[in-house]
Protein backbone atom coordinates (compact mmCIF):
# COMPACT_ATOMS: atom_id res chain seq x y z
CA UNK A 1 0.00 0.00 0.00
CA UNK A 2 1.49 3.25 -0.91
CA UNK A 3 1.94 6.17 1.53
CA UNK A 4 -0.85 8.19 -0.05
CA UNK A 5 -3.51 5.58 -0.13
CA UNK A 6 -3.01 4.21 3.65
CA UNK A 7 -3.95 7.27 4.98
CA UNK A 8 -7.11 7.40 2.50
CA UNK A 9 -10.21 7.01 3.90
CA UNK A 10 -11.92 3.96 2.89
CA UNK A 11 -15.05 4.76 0.66
CA UNK A 12 -18.28 4.42 1.09
CA UNK A 13 -22.17 5.02 -0.13
CA UNK A 14 -22.38 3.99 -3.57
CA UNK A 15 -20.23 1.85 -5.53
CA UNK A 16 -19.09 -1.63 -4.65
CA UNK A 17 -17.09 -1.96 -1.32
CA UNK A 18 -13.60 -3.41 -1.77
CA UNK A 19 -13.50 -6.54 0.36
CA UNK A 20 -11.29 -4.82 3.07
CA UNK A 21 -13.67 -2.14 3.30
CA UNK A 22 -16.37 -4.94 3.56
CA UNK A 23 -14.77 -6.28 6.73
CA UNK A 24 -14.12 -3.44 8.46
CA UNK A 25 -17.46 -1.52 7.54
CA UNK A 26 -19.11 -3.21 10.86
CA UNK A 27 -16.66 -1.88 13.14
CA UNK A 28 -16.35 1.39 11.50
CA UNK A 29 -19.89 1.88 12.16
CA UNK A 30 -19.69 0.50 16.09
CA UNK A 31 -16.78 2.74 16.48
CA UNK A 32 -18.83 6.27 15.00
CA UNK A 33 -22.17 4.94 17.43
CA UNK A 34 -19.79 4.32 20.38
CA UNK A 35 -18.20 7.40 20.14
CA UNK A 36 -21.58 9.65 19.48
CA UNK A 37 -23.00 7.69 22.73
CA UNK A 38 -20.00 8.42 24.95
CA UNK A 39 -19.90 12.07 23.53
CA UNK A 40 -23.99 13.16 23.54
CA UNK A 41 -25.80 9.92 25.29
CA UNK A 42 -27.79 7.60 23.78
CA UNK A 43 -30.77 9.22 23.32
CA UNK A 44 -29.33 12.34 21.27
CA UNK A 45 -27.14 10.55 18.94
CA UNK A 46 -29.04 9.93 15.56
CA UNK A 47 -28.64 7.37 12.78
CA UNK A 48 -27.89 9.85 10.55
CA UNK A 49 -25.21 11.03 12.49
CA UNK A 50 -23.57 7.88 13.16
CA UNK A 51 -23.68 6.98 9.10
CA UNK A 52 -21.90 10.46 8.60
CA UNK A 53 -19.12 9.73 11.74
CA UNK A 54 -18.50 6.38 9.92
CA UNK A 55 -18.08 8.04 6.59
CA UNK A 56 -21.08 5.89 5.32
CA UNK A 57 -24.58 6.34 3.87
CA UNK A 58 -27.70 5.72 6.27
CA UNK A 59 -29.01 3.51 3.53
CA UNK A 60 -25.85 1.40 4.48
CA UNK A 61 -26.18 1.85 8.21
CA UNK A 62 -29.38 0.85 8.05
CA UNK A 63 -28.93 -2.11 5.98
CA UNK A 64 -26.66 -3.93 9.30
CA UNK A 65 -28.91 -2.34 11.59
CA UNK A 66 -32.21 -1.67 11.69
CA UNK A 67 -32.15 0.59 14.19
CA UNK A 68 -30.54 2.29 16.91
CA UNK A 69 -31.49 0.12 19.53
CA UNK A 70 -29.85 -2.55 17.66
CA UNK A 71 -26.36 -1.01 16.87
CA UNK A 72 -26.13 -0.12 20.73
CA UNK A 73 -26.48 -3.60 21.84
CA UNK A 74 -23.72 -4.94 19.47
CA UNK A 75 -21.94 -1.85 20.07
CA UNK A 76 -21.94 -2.86 23.79
CA UNK A 77 -21.35 -6.37 23.56
CA UNK A 78 -18.22 -5.88 21.31
CA UNK A 79 -16.72 -3.71 24.15
CA UNK A 80 -18.12 -6.03 26.57
CA UNK A 81 -16.09 -9.03 24.72
CA UNK A 82 -13.13 -6.58 23.94
CA UNK A 83 -12.60 -5.75 27.74
CA UNK A 84 -14.37 -7.48 30.73
CA UNK A 85 -14.94 -11.13 28.56
CA UNK A 86 -11.06 -11.29 27.66
CA UNK A 87 -10.16 -10.71 31.13
CA UNK A 88 -12.30 -13.37 32.13
CA UNK A 89 -11.56 -15.67 29.37
CA UNK A 90 -7.75 -15.25 30.51
CA UNK A 91 -8.24 -15.54 33.79
CA UNK A 92 -5.93 -18.60 35.09
CA UNK A 93 -6.59 -20.00 37.99
CA UNK A 94 -9.12 -22.55 39.18
CA UNK A 95 -11.22 -22.22 41.99
CA UNK A 96 -10.70 -26.07 42.85
CA UNK A 97 -6.85 -25.54 42.54
CA UNK A 98 -6.72 -21.91 44.18
CA UNK A 99 -7.25 -20.96 47.99
CA UNK A 100 -9.72 -18.31 47.91
CA UNK A 101 -7.75 -15.38 48.62
CA UNK A 102 -5.80 -15.91 45.96
CA UNK A 103 -8.39 -16.39 43.10
CA UNK A 104 -10.73 -13.29 44.70
CA UNK A 105 -7.75 -10.87 44.48
CA UNK A 106 -6.59 -11.93 40.84
CA UNK A 107 -10.16 -12.06 39.76
CA UNK A 108 -10.54 -8.39 41.29
CA UNK A 109 -7.63 -6.49 39.94
CA UNK A 110 -8.63 -7.89 36.52
CA UNK A 111 -12.10 -6.91 36.14
CA UNK A 112 -10.27 -3.80 37.95
CA UNK A 113 -7.94 -3.15 35.34
CA UNK A 114 -10.78 -4.04 32.50
CA UNK A 115 -12.79 -1.74 34.20
CA UNK A 116 -10.55 1.25 33.84
CA UNK A 117 -10.29 0.95 29.72
CA UNK A 118 -12.02 3.91 27.86
CA UNK A 119 -14.56 1.40 25.95
CA UNK A 120 -15.80 -0.43 29.64
CA UNK A 121 -15.97 2.92 31.14
CA UNK A 122 -17.60 4.79 28.19
CA UNK A 123 -20.39 2.16 27.74
CA UNK A 124 -21.01 2.32 31.75
CA UNK A 125 -21.51 5.67 31.59
CA UNK A 126 -24.18 5.72 28.89
CA UNK A 127 -25.54 2.79 31.18
CA UNK A 128 -26.07 4.56 33.83
CA UNK A 129 -27.22 7.62 32.27
CA UNK A 130 -29.89 6.18 29.86
CA UNK A 131 -31.12 2.32 31.08
CA UNK A 132 -33.71 3.53 33.08
CA UNK A 133 -35.40 4.11 29.23
CA UNK A 134 -33.59 1.84 26.90
CA UNK A 135 -34.12 -1.97 28.36
CA UNK A 136 -30.91 -3.05 26.15
CA UNK A 137 -28.94 -1.18 28.14
CA UNK A 138 -30.42 -2.68 31.53
CA UNK A 139 -30.06 -5.91 30.59
CA UNK A 140 -26.72 -6.19 29.10
CA UNK A 141 -25.33 -4.82 31.91
CA UNK A 142 -26.86 -7.29 34.12
CA UNK A 143 -25.16 -9.99 31.69
CA UNK A 144 -21.87 -8.65 32.07
CA UNK A 145 -21.69 -7.88 35.66
CA UNK A 146 -23.84 -11.73 36.07
CA UNK A 147 -20.74 -13.52 34.71
CA UNK A 148 -18.76 -12.12 37.81
CA UNK A 149 -21.27 -13.01 39.88
CA UNK A 150 -21.56 -16.10 38.46
CA UNK A 151 -17.88 -16.96 39.37
CA UNK A 152 -17.47 -16.17 42.26
CA UNK A 153 -20.69 -18.26 43.58
CA UNK A 154 -19.41 -21.46 41.77
CA UNK A 155 -16.01 -20.40 43.73
CA UNK A 156 -17.46 -20.70 46.71
CA UNK A 157 -19.27 -23.46 46.34
CA UNK A 158 -16.03 -24.96 45.58
CA UNK A 159 -14.45 -23.75 48.47
CA UNK A 160 -17.43 -24.81 51.12
CA UNK A 161 -17.26 -28.31 49.45
CA UNK A 162 -13.51 -28.34 50.05
CA UNK A 163 -13.75 -26.92 53.30
CA UNK A 164 -11.48 -24.12 52.57
CA UNK A 165 -14.24 -21.60 53.63
CA UNK A 166 -17.21 -21.29 55.86
CA UNK A 167 -20.72 -19.31 55.21
CA UNK A 168 -24.26 -19.57 55.93
CA UNK A 169 -25.67 -16.93 53.88
CA UNK A 170 -26.95 -17.88 50.21
CA UNK A 171 -23.82 -17.98 47.89
CA UNK A 172 -25.64 -16.20 45.05
CA UNK A 173 -25.95 -13.22 47.48
CA UNK A 174 -22.11 -13.25 48.86
CA UNK A 175 -20.96 -13.79 45.80
CA UNK A 176 -22.66 -10.37 44.29
CA UNK A 177 -21.64 -8.61 47.67
CA UNK A 178 -18.11 -9.74 46.84
CA UNK A 179 -18.13 -8.73 43.05
CA UNK A 180 -19.28 -5.52 43.77
CA UNK A 181 -16.78 -4.98 46.78
CA UNK A 182 -13.92 -5.86 44.65
CA UNK A 183 -14.94 -3.83 41.18
CA UNK A 184 -17.11 -0.87 42.44
CA UNK A 185 -14.94 2.05 43.17
CA UNK A 186 -12.71 0.81 40.16
CA UNK A 187 -15.83 1.67 37.61
CA UNK A 188 -16.85 4.33 39.56
CA UNK A 189 -13.42 5.90 39.07
CA UNK A 190 -13.74 4.75 35.26
CA UNK A 191 -17.16 6.42 34.62
CA UNK A 192 -16.03 9.95 36.21
CA UNK A 193 -12.97 9.78 34.13
CA UNK A 194 -10.33 9.81 36.93
CA UNK A 195 -9.00 6.06 36.33
CA UNK A 196 -7.28 4.55 39.50
CA UNK A 197 -3.20 3.56 38.66
CA UNK A 198 -2.48 -0.61 39.59
CA UNK A 199 -0.99 0.09 42.44
CA UNK A 200 -4.54 1.69 43.73
CA UNK A 201 -6.44 -1.08 42.38
CA UNK A 202 -4.08 -3.78 43.96
CA UNK A 203 -4.47 -2.17 47.57
CA UNK A 204 -8.84 -1.79 47.32
CA UNK A 205 -8.75 -5.27 45.78
CA UNK A 206 -6.65 -6.75 48.63
CA UNK A 207 -8.40 -5.24 51.43
CA UNK A 208 -12.11 -5.27 49.93
CA UNK A 209 -10.81 -9.34 49.74
CA UNK A 210 -9.45 -9.70 53.37
CA UNK A 211 -13.08 -7.73 54.50
CA UNK A 212 -15.22 -10.34 52.48
CA UNK A 213 -13.52 -13.36 53.89
CA UNK A 214 -13.67 -12.09 57.32
CA UNK A 215 -16.99 -11.03 56.95
CA UNK A 216 -18.81 -14.38 55.86
CA UNK A 217 -17.58 -16.54 58.36
CA UNK A 218 -20.88 -18.15 60.48
CA UNK A 219 -21.41 -15.40 63.34
CA UNK A 220 -20.87 -18.65 65.72
CA UNK A 221 -17.16 -19.00 64.95
CA UNK A 222 -16.96 -15.23 64.85
CA UNK A 223 -17.74 -15.19 68.18
CA UNK A 224 -15.20 -18.28 69.25
CA UNK A 225 -12.61 -15.91 67.54
CA UNK A 226 -13.30 -12.90 69.57
CA UNK A 227 -13.14 -14.82 72.67
CA UNK A 228 -9.43 -16.05 72.05
Known amino acids: ????????????????????????????LMD????????QGFADATMDQIAKRAGASTKTLYNRFANKS??????????????????????????????????????GMQLGIANQADETSGI??????????FPVL?????EVTGRGITAIQTALEVWREQGKI?????????AALCFHMISHEMRVRGVFGEPMTRSEITRYVTLAVDVFLKGIQPE???KKRTRK
Open 32 to 39: AAFTLFTE
Open 166 to 174: EFDAPSEDL
Open 70 to 107: EILEAVVRRNVQRTVADHLKGFGLRPGESEPRDFLVKL
Open 138 to 142: KRTYK
Open 220 to 222: AKA
Open 1 to 28: MSPASAGRRPRFGPGRLSAADAENLPDR
Open 124 to 133: VRVTMAEAHR
